[in-house]
């Protein structure tokens, strides 16, 4: 049997206090022990992006992680977006762009956008592609995507 540690993550700004085995992925914790399944594990293996969060304002696949090695840091999940019922900027732009279908990809792609915007990046054309490629989307071909991510951009610019 193997040992089990007891860390603490703080995911959205709330403590959840974890019993697991070292060897436990953090997608597998957020998911399976806290109870936020916001966060979907696809490949499995860094690619697809579907299990994207934001660690330290950073975003990372959390299916490469150690649930134990996210211990003490600050974790976002898609669930932390809204505020309340008010949507982020991306997730409204999500809705009114249709940047959405069967919808497994998108809290990968929220949350590296987020994580993107919310740094300040500035992200012309080139960027903009280049940042999303490293996503999977089997359904909407992109284009809805880059128009929904464009239109967040320009109304947090607003905000600033």
Do not use: W
């Not at 399976?32 to 990372?60: N, Q, R």
């Not at 019922?85 to 809705?95: D, G, N, S, V």
């Not at 279908?101 to 012309?124: H, K, V």
């Amino acid at each position: 049997m193997t040992e089990k540690i007891e860390i603490t993550l703080t995911i959205n700004g709330r403590a959840y206090a974890v019993r697991t085995e070292a060897r436990r992925t953090l997608a597998d914790v957020i998911r399976e022990d806290c109870g936020l399944t916001g966060t979907h594990t696809g490949c499995e293996h860094g690619v697809c992006g579907a299990c994207t969060v934001i660690i330290d304002g950073a975003p990372m696949r959390s299916c490469l992680m150690f649930a134990v090695q996210a211990e003490g840091k600050s974790i976002r999940t898609v669930e932390g977006l809204a505020k309340g019922k008010e949507l982020h900027p991306l997730q409204r732009a999500f809705i009114e762009h249709h940047g959405l279908q069967c919808g497994f990809c998108t809290p990968g792609f929220l949350m590296l956008s987020t994580a993107a915007l919310e740094n300040g990046l500035e992200i012309d054309d080139d960027k903009l592609l280049d940042l999303l490629s490293s996503n999977l989307c089997r359904c909407t071909g992109y284009e809805n995507i880059i128009k929904a991510v464009r239109a967040a951009a320009d109304e947090m610019r607003g905000q600033r």
